[in-house]
């Protein structure tokens, strides 16, 4: 009889929900509450919650309560792209200058023309051609990561190098330290290859240490995957004396520290990579993305020696070599300051679509580095960031929410605002109007 009003009750809230008749943000009643109004135990109740929870269709929110979601966003939200014809997108960014186009014809001529088309027509080693790798690593040392062509492999774009990280040096079940908020596209991976996350909270321009030391105390953590210069989506760069102490628990508790670059040049004159400062522990992953365009699926990971034949078999086993002819493009880029002055000129930009936010959200908190191409903007304690969202998907404008970030039990109410994809002046409408929605759920 108890299971049979469990379940009851769990369809009865599930097509009240689905109906509107409980509309997003409702806040439903406490556990305790709903096991006196129903009759049933304290642990049955929490069932009655926990099975919502898993359907999608509420949240629960410490020493807040449970609330009802907003179901009609789409799912995933932060993570897949919807590209609606009529949608400004401040979901993902993917930088762009339109003198970009003429660049890739001028170079597919130049290729054409060149004596080397037909070998690139043929397999290629698994870790790219020892010339590209040898260009990859000028680059990793012009931007202070001294490195030999021996630890550099080349890629399909940055996620397809932690993708092979993952796949070659750890194993299902290994814990993995993550900040508490980090790129989705890593939280993907741990989900593919059933990795334990381990969340990680904030302390200031980087992760708590001594919270991570109190982890790795209590579990056997294998590796540590961390963005220390331009975090996505917190925009801090730690410090050099934060990198050194990081290191130095690494090293004492036998972690692998996985290290994300994707939008590390954006920021000039930060302290050394940590593959610069531990070398023997730390795999460096980026790629061309950002600096470039999103479009050419080439990047690279530099490791210890020792690492890349696994690392080699992994690339092997997904993608066999990278596509050949983008990487002779961007490789001739690396060597003609083509992407230095493509790095320069995105700073310059970036810079100005946070001069526009700053104008925008003058007088609201939110959380950026004056070179990021994105900021986090946290909500009041009234203002839900499903709701949020939903709102201003029907303005036509999407975000990403801290859902798709979070790793932690508790999920902080803020959207992520990607500035990289669309003009200058459309940006600013746009951050008006998200200005606008914000403060009026904030006043609900």
């Not at 919650?49 to 009609?72: H, K, N, Q």
């Not at 202070?144 to 070659?168: C, E, K, R, W, Y």
């Not at 240490?209 to 963005?227: H, N, P, S």
């Not at 996985?258 to 730390?282: G, Q, R």
């Amino acid at each position: 009889m108890t299971r049979l009003r469990y379940k009851t009750l769990v369809d009865k809230f599930a097509a009240d929900i689905r109906a509107g008749h409980l509309s997003p943000g409702t806040r439903l009643p406490t556990h305790r509450q709903l096991a006196s109004d129903a009759g049933m135990s304290l642990v049955t109740a929490t069932r009655v919650y926990a099975e919502l929870e898993a359907m999608g269709l509420v949240s629960g929110e410490a020493g807040r309560g449970t609330f009802v979601r907003e179901i009609s966003l789409p799912p995933n939200l932060g993570i897949e792209q919807y590209a609606a014809a009529d949608m400004v997108d401040l979901n993902f960014n993917y930088p762009s200058f339109s003198s970009q186009t003429e660049l890739l014809r001028s170079a597919l001529r130049q290729l054409a023309t060149s004596g080397e088309l037909e070998a690139l027509l043929r397999y290629q080693p698994h870790g790219g051609r020892q010339h590209e790798r040898v260009t990859v690593a000028q680059h990793l040392k012009e931007r202070g990561l001294n490195v030999n062509a021996d630890n550099v492999l080349i890629v399909s774009g940055a996620q397809h190098g932690l993708a092979t990280t993952v796949m070659a040096l750890l194993k299902p079940g290994d814990v993995v330290a993550v900040d508490a908020l980090t790129y989705p596209g890593f939280k993907i991976l741990a989900e593919t290859y059933h990795l334990e996350l381990v969340a990680i909270p904030a302390a200031g321009e980087g992760p708590d240490l001594a919270a991570l030391e109190k982890r790795c105390k209590q579990r056997r953590i294998r590796a540590l995957y961390t963005m220390p210069t331009l975090h996505n989506p917190l925009g801090w760069v730690m410090s050099e004396h934060q990198r050194k102490n990081l290191i130095e628990l690494a090293r004492k508790y036998g972690l692998l520290i996985i290290e994300d670059a994707a939008y590390a040049f954006l920021a000039k004159n930060s302290p050394p990579p940590l593959a610069m400062m531990a070398p023997e522990i730390t795999i460096y992953v980026s790629g061309f993305s950002k600096n470039i365009a999103t479009g050419l699926r080439v990047g690279f990971i530099a490791a210890p020696v020792e690492k890349i034949p696994a690392l080699e078999r992994a690339i092997r086993a997904t993608t066999w070599n990278t596509p050949t002819v983008m990487t002779a493009i961007t490789c001739e880029w690396i060597a003609d300051g083509t992407i230095s002055r493509l790095e320069e000129e995105k700073r310059q930009d970036a810079q100005m679509r946070q001069l526009i936010a700053k104008e925008v959200f003058e007088g609201m908190r939110y959380v950026s580095h004056p070179s990021s191409y994105f900021l986090w903007l946290p909500l009041t304690e009234e203002a839900r960031a499903d709701q949020v969202a939903m709102a201003l998907m029907r303005e036509h404008i999407s975000v990403s929410t801290s859902e798709s970030f979070a790793t932690s039990v508790h999920v902080p109410h803020a959207i992520r605002l990607a500035l990289g994809s669309i003009e200058l002046t459309p940006l600013r409408t746009a951050l008006e109007k998200v200005r606008y929605i914000v403060e009026m759920y904030s006043c609900l």
